[in-house]
Each structure stands twice: as C-alpha cells, then as structure tokens.
C-alpha cells in the first residue's frame, strides 16, 4: 500500500499549524477540562463573528517551521547560514509571535551582527553556544519546528535526517536536551508518515523505532539520551493505565517548554488518541489529538503543534475538516510548503 503520499504532507504541516493556532489561547494554563474543549470546538464560529477572520494566530512555532520550510526549499537542503538569516529575518519581522525569551536573543544577535552575511558556518552558531552560561538552551524551540526535515528526507536514510534535525537546531539551541528533541520529534513524524496507510499503530513498536534513532545521534550527552530512553519507558506507563493523576502526569512526563518535558508528551498524546476518546466528541484523529495534548496544560501551542504534525503525517490532511481549520492562519501557506516538499520528492 502507498504510504508517502501529498495528504500526509499536507496532514504533516496544516496540522502542526492547527496544533499551534488552537493549543495557543491555553498556553500557561494549569489543566483544561474536556467540557471546555468541547466546548470550544463547537462554539468556534460564533466565537469567530465576534472576532475579524481568521482569528486563531498562529504563534512562534509556526512562524519558525515556515522559516525552515522556505530556506530547506529555496536550497534544496540544508543551508545553516541562509537558514539563521531566514529565523532571524522572520523574528524581525513579526516579533510579537510568543518567542522564548532566549530565542530572541539568538535571532536578534544573528541580525545585528549580520552573522548571516558571515561564510563561516560555526559563526552562526556562537550566539546560541553562548546561551545560559555557555549551556546552551534545551528549550523546545528545536523541536517544534522540526517536521518539514521529516517531509525534506522522507526517502533518504534516517542519518541525514537525523544530521539535518541536530544540525537546524544548532542555530538557536545547542543543548543536547533541546536536539535529541528535535530529532526525536522529527523521527516520529517519519515514522508516522513511512507507516503504510489504513495499518495501525502500535504505541510499544513506535517508541521501539524512536529507542532506536535514540542511540544513532551523535555528539550529545549520555546521560540527555538516558533521560528520554526513561521518558519514552513513562509514555507506555502511563499509556497503560486507565486513569491519569494529572498532576503526576505533568509532574513525571510534563508539559513545560523544556524539550524533555514536552516532545514526549507529544508522542504521548499522538499516541494515546489513535484510539476514540470517551471525553472528546470528535471523528478527526488530528483534532482529537490536539485536544488531548491541550488537556494536560502548559506549553499547549508547542505540545498540541508537535502532536498533531506526528498525527497529521499518518492521518492525512482529509482527516482534519474545514470547520476548525477556517479559523486558523497559516493554513494556505502549510499545504502550499507541503506541495513544494512533494513536488521535491517526486522529482528525485
Ligand atoms: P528558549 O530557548 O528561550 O527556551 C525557553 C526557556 O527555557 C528559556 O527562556 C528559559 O527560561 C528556559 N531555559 C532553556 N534552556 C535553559 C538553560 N540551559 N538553563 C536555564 N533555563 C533554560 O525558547 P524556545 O525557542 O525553546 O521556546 C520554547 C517555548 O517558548 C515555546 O513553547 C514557545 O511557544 C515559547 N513560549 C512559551 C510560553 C509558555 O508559557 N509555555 C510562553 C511564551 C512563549
Ligand atoms: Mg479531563
Ligand atoms: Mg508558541
Ligand atoms: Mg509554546
């Protein structure tokens, strides 16, 4: 059966950006009801009268993920420097997008010192190395704007997506945390997208494949690999279980803007809504896996973002109706990437 296919690329990047535009009114919040989200979804049109159309923005995860998208495009790859330029030329642009507090500085230090005029690769990538103390940032700015490098390597091996996903990272975070995030985000996209169409899932093979990309990523920590290869051990836990203590919940797995404490979450609620959902009244897989990860609270736009590109990659963008999607900016321009993707991808 035919797996790779232009839905799944629409699916891909239309849901990431439904993920963001929806899960951003929550950001910050504690936990939010299922009545609330129910509520939410049905009331959007009325809602929306009240408001100029579209009235969901999206946020800083979307913004960036277009910024990758059109540098990856226009260079046919992987192009650090042309792609520092691109994230700092769209921060400047519109700043007011909810930019981590150090990601801005990254992108505003790339721009002032016009780093992106610079010929040397390592240039570009100081600012980020200098960021807490010389730390490095493990935020989940890395991660969440990953999954066009799932839909630029779809056909290659995993290394070079693996290499892609840790290099595009670099520019604004060098903490291990922050690229075993973004390559695990983007692994579980392709995984999702690779998985043959109409064939189900299985939560313990899925976190299997991502043990594995786990191991394969080069110069990070062992100990930051040891922290998600124990994450991924608490998405099956708390898979297995009937009733989730939402405060152990977060507590243990999380639902903060740290990568480790968000990309799992993500694979969680991709994984945990492959099934029907008593709570959420919704047919769309994509929608009731952005509701599932709205739920737990937090980082709501950047969890459900990175949920639903893993979601929209084996759904497809059929999945996801109009009804929601009318409210969300940014819709137009995810598919028209999507197209550039494939179009990329048949060619080869
Ligand atoms: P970032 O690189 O600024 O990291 C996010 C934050 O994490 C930083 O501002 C720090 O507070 C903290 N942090 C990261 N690394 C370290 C470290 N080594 N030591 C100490 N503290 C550290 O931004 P980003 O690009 O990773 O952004 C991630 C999130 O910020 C996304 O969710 C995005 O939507 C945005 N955002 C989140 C919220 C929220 O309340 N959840 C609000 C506004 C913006
Ligand atoms: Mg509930
Ligand atoms: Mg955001
Ligand atoms: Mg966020």
Redesign the pocket.
């Known amino acids: 059966a035919r797996s790779i296919s232009l839905d799944r690329f629409k699916g891909c990047l239309v849901g990431g950006v439904a993920g963001d535009c929806l899960g951003a009114p929550f950001?910050?919040d504690q936990t939010v009801s299922s009545t609330v989200l129910n509520s939410y979804l049905e009331h959007m049109d009325e809602a929306a009268q009240k408001r100029n159309q579209p009235y969901k923005p999206y946020?800083?995860?979307t913004a960036?993920t277009f910024a990758l998208c059109k540098s990856l495009l226009k260079n046919e790859g992987l192009n650090l420097i042309d792609l520092a330029g691109q994230y700092a030329h769209e921060f400047l642009s519109d700043p007011r997008r909810?930019?981590?507090?150090?990601?801005?500085?990254?992108l505003a230090a790339i721009a002032t010192e016009k780093l992106y005029e610079s010929t040397d690769e390592s240039a570009v990538l100081e600012p980020a190395r200098q960021?807490?103390?010389g730390?490095?940032?493990?935020?989940?700015?890395?991660a969440?704007r990953v999954s066009p490098v799932a839909l630029l390597h779809a056909k290659d091996p995993i290394e070079l997506m693996i290499t892609t996903a840790h290099r595009q990272s670099l520019i604004?975070?060098s903490?291990g945390l922050?690229v075993l995030g973004a390559v695990i985000q983007a692994a579980a996209v392709r995984i999702a997208l690779q998985t043959e169409e109409g064939k189900e899932i299985d939560p313990k093979r899925f976190v299997n494949e991502l043990r594995n990309v786990i191991i394969k990523v080069d110069h990070v920590d062992a100990s930051h690999r040891e922290i998600y290869l124990e994450k991924l051990n608490l998405v099956l836990r708390f898979l297995g279980k009937t009733a989730i203590d939402e405060e152990e919940f977060c507590e243990q797995l999380g639902n903060?803007?740290?990568?480790p404490g968000?990309v799992p979450t993500a694979v969680y609620a991709f994984l945990k809504a492959l099934k029907p959902s008593q709570d959420f009244e919704v047919g769309s897989g994509i929608l009731r896996t952005i509701l599932t990860a709205i739920e737990f609270g937090?980082?709501?736009?950047?969890i459900a973002s990175m949920a639903a590109s893993i979601a929209g990659a084996y759904y497809g963008r059929a999945d996801i109706g109009e009804d929601v999607l009318k409210h969300c900016e940014g819709v137009q321009l995810a598919e028209q990437y999507a197209e550039g993707f494939f179009a990329r991808l048949t060619q080869q």
């Open positions: 950001e910050g946020t800083d995860d960036m909810g930019y981590g507090s150090g990601a801005q500085h990254v960021q807490f103390g730390q490095g940032s493990y935020g989940n700015g890395a969440m604004t975070h903490n922050a903060d803007i740290s990568a968000s937090g980082d709501t736009d950047t």
